[in-house]
């Protein structure tokens, strides 16, 4: 079955980085698209990062030019990259995948940025 699972967060201070990984199994990694969410605290889930199965990427403005997102198909494993943190950052990261129109979502990794 599709397993999703993500590490790396923790606690950072503003300006910053931590590298999120998500380890993905049961399902063709290197063809697949993946995407990095986060939710936080009384808000929408909402798509921050994500990345064809050849590369293309996408960067919600929040994070453009903050975060990069990449894969490395021999690992099975997406990553996201972030720098310059902000509180605003803080939030739930998950994982996600969309197969035969199922979506997949790991467990998620808390993210907080504070002094």
């Known amino acids: 079955q599709v397993q999703l699972v993500e590490s790396g967060g923790g606690l950072v201070q503003p300006g910053g980085s931590l590298r999120l990984s998500c380890v993905a199994s049961?399902?063709?990694?290197?063809?697949?698209?993946m995407a990095w969410y986060r939710q936080a605290p009384g808000k929408e889930r909402e798509l921050v990062t994500s990345i064809t199965s050849g590369g293309s990427t996408y960067y919600s403005d929040s994070v453009k030019g903050r975060f990069t997102i990449s894969r490395v198909n021999a690992k099975n494993t997406v990553y996201q990259q972030m720098n310059n943190l902000k509180p605003e950052d803080t939030a739930v990261y998950y994982c996600f995948t969309r197969r035969s129109d199922n979506d997949y979502w790991g467990q998620g990794t808390q993210v907080t940025v504070s002094s």
């Open positions: 049961g399902f063709p990694f290197s063809v697949t698209a």
